[in-house]
């Protein structure tokens, strides 16, 4: 009997201590599905176009009376150009857009080279600005704009918007004196395998007066990468480049999480660093935190886009602890009032399905802030903290003190059944 009562004490405190570990193991993640396909690389000196009508002209009507007249430092191809369709114009794809490719030329002192600025002209003598090909990604076009008239009024790179996603991480920058606006800032990162030049994905008013430019970029092609900021005047010149303003090792090289700060290009031209916004209370309207929460996802341990960095995020954007401990809201406004477009399940995280105004503000804030704290709560067992542990590794030390636990049950038992022999 003594025997089956020391049984049944065992398996209870086994028990107990295997539904402990489902309270302090972090929640489950499903695996995403769907995730968003890769975008088709362009080849050198390729442009990615789209033609924007202000009238009823069509793109039939329009492309014959383009030309392309383009140079570099080595020559140029006579003004005001040639035809467009001589630039290897493709057919108009499925997304509405064209290609066309800037020539290389042969020069006996100067080699092979490409002709990477351009003016885009149309009848008239309408044209766009001078721009430049700045080796962009397929995820940028220029877009070339039709007046009524079917003149040409204007062209320029753009980034095209793309589905954020629990692959995609959101960086801002504060692009200060240095990187006036009437330029373009593009956002270098490089590693084995990856070489990406990107422009922002978007602009927010984030104080006021303030304007900063957002990036989202793969995560995985930009942790462990080399990054610099590189700003192109309008006409797509190269002028300035920023680099991590760190001392040593590797400087420049993005660790994750380092987006929940603000990266700051320092106005000598040349550097840029990461920080928080100014110690000032309501130094940020709340209606403009929207995009900066949405680059979050409640239920993701993680430290670019999850809950894992929250507490960085909440100094950076949100709340600042003064001198004597004392929190403070940056925020102006009520975060209730802040309407956001959330996602409904986690598996729509990989597809960046999302559902317009499901959540407001504060509900985000606490939603995220009570994760963070589950995660980086102290258990009240031996003081162990589990928040940053792997759910194996959980697993394994709640396992060895349930078999201490066992282990004294079965010490302290048989002592008392020896001492009463005696």
């Given at each position: ?46 442009i990615l176009l789209r033609i924007v009508h202000e009238g009823e002209t069509t793109d039939e009507q329009i ?205 000598n031209g040349e550097q840029f660093g990461r920080g928080s916004l100014a110690d000032q209370e309501k130094i ?136 009463k022999k005696n």
């Amino acid at each position: 009997m003594k025997i089956k009562k020391m049984f049944f004490g065992l398996t209870i405190a086994t028990v107990s201590v295997g539904a402990l570990v489902g309270v302090l193991a972090p929640h489950a993640i499903e695996t995403p599905v769907g995730a968003a396909d890769a975008v088709e690389p362009l080849a050198e000196g390729e442009i990615l176009l789209r033609i924007v009508h202000e009238g009823e002209t069509t793109d039939e009507q329009i492309i014959p009376t383009l030309k392309v007249y383009n140079w570099n430092d080595g020559g140029n191809n006579g003004w005001p150009g040639k035809p467009i369709e001589e630039f290897g114009l493709s057919e108009k794809r499925a997304d509405g857009r064209y290609t066309f490719t800037l020539p290389k030329v042969e020069e006996p002192d100067i080699g092979t080279f490409l002709r990477d600025k351009f003016i885009i002209t149309g009848d008239n003598d309408s044209q766009t600005g001078d721009s430049a090909w700045m080796g962009l990604d397929a995820t940028h076009e220029y877009t070339l704009t039709i007046n009524a008239q079917g003149g040409v009024v204007g062209g320029g790179w753009n980034k095209i918007a793309q589905t954020y996603t629990s692959d995609t991480l959101r960086l801002w920058v504060d692009r200060g004196l240095a990187a006036h606006e009437q330029g373009y800032l593009m956002l270098h990162y490089w590693k084995e395998g990856v070489d990406v030049k990107t422009l922002p994905s978007g602009y927010s008013e984030i104080t006021t007066g303030k304007w900063m430019a957002y990036y989202d970029v793969a995560k995985a092609d930009l942790r462990d990468a080399h990054m610099q900021f590189i700003r192109h005047e309008s006409t797509g010149v190269h002028a300035q480049t920023f680099d991590d303003s760190r001392e040593g090792g590797e400087s420049n090289v993005y660790t994750a999480g380092d987006n929940a700060e603000i990266f700051y290009l320092w106005d000598n031209g040349e550097q840029f660093g990461r920080g928080s916004l100014a110690d000032q209370e309501k130094i940020v309207p709340v209606a403009n935190l929207k995009l900066v929460l949405e680059g979050y996802f409640t239920c993701l341990d993680d430290a670019d886009n999850g809950y894992a960095n929250w507490d960085r995020v909440k100094q950076t954007w949100i709340t600042y602890t003064d001198a004597e401990g004392v929190a403070h809201w940056r925020t102006d406004g009520v975060l209730t009032d802040l309407m956001l477009d959330d996602f409904a399940t986690e598996a729509d995280y990989a597809t960046g399905n999302r559902t317009t105004g499901s959540i407001d503000g504060l509900s985000k804030y606490q939603k995220l802030e009570a994760e963070w704290k589950a995660a980086n709560a102290q258990s009240p067992l031996f003081g162990v903290s589990f928040g940053n542990m792997d759910n194996g590794v959980i697993i394994a030390v709640v396992t060895l003190l349930s078999v201490v636990s066992v282990s004294a049950i079965v010490f302290i038992s048989m002592k008392r059944r020896h001492s009463k022999k005696n």
